[in-house]
């Protein structure tokens, strides 16, 4: 697995590898063992976080958080992959803070310019069903006190 992976658009991460070709990513990991190559962790944990099962995108995460730490020239990257997978995870406010913090070194980066707007969306959809739930739980309240309020006055 000596060829780098390219950062791919945030849509890109929706289309899962096939799972021998995530087999193949793991059995490299595994072969590996505790001397694993950063470019070996990498491609797998890229794989992961292009998975559907959430388990695999959250071991991905763990992996890049571990390139991130250890290894400093492949930095920027993680922190693309960390705003993705996070995103992925439904981990909004995770991936914001990766994705700003890309953004402050590479203002001009369409890949994380393109992921910002898939965040906001998603946080501005969850902040309009958070509030609408709360409006709902609030009128639910309203009902059932004044219901109460007039059981109370006809004793």
């Not at 070996?40 to 388990?55: C, D, E, Q, V």
């Not at 390139?67 to 922190?79: I, M």
């Not at 890309?102 to 890949?111: C, I, K, R, V």
Request: hydrophobic share 35%.
């Amino acid at each position: 697995m000596a060829n780098k992976c390219l950062n791919p658009d945030a849509e890109d991460a929706d289309s899962p590898l096939k799972p021998d070709e995530l087999q193949v990513l793991r059995a490299q990991y595994e072969k590996e063992g505790e001397y694993v190559g950063v470019q070996t962790k990498f491609n797998y944990a890229w794989g992961l976080i292009k998975s559907p099962a959430r388990g695999e995108q959250q071991e991905g995460v763990r992996l890049f958080s571990e390139l991130f730490r250890n290894a400093p020239e492949r930095r920027r990257e993680c922190l693309y992959y960390l705003a993705l997978g996070n995103f992925k995870l439904g981990n909004y406010a995770e991936a914001k803070r990766y994705n700003d913090r890309l953004l402050d070194h590479e203002p001009a980066n369409s890949q994380a310019e393109s992921l910002r707007g898939l965040i906001d969306e998603k946080v501005a959809k969850e902040g309009l069903m958070g509030v609408a739930i709360l409006s709902g739980v609030a009128i639910a309240a309203g009902v059932v006190g004044g219901m109460l309020f007039r059981g109370s006055k006809k004793r």
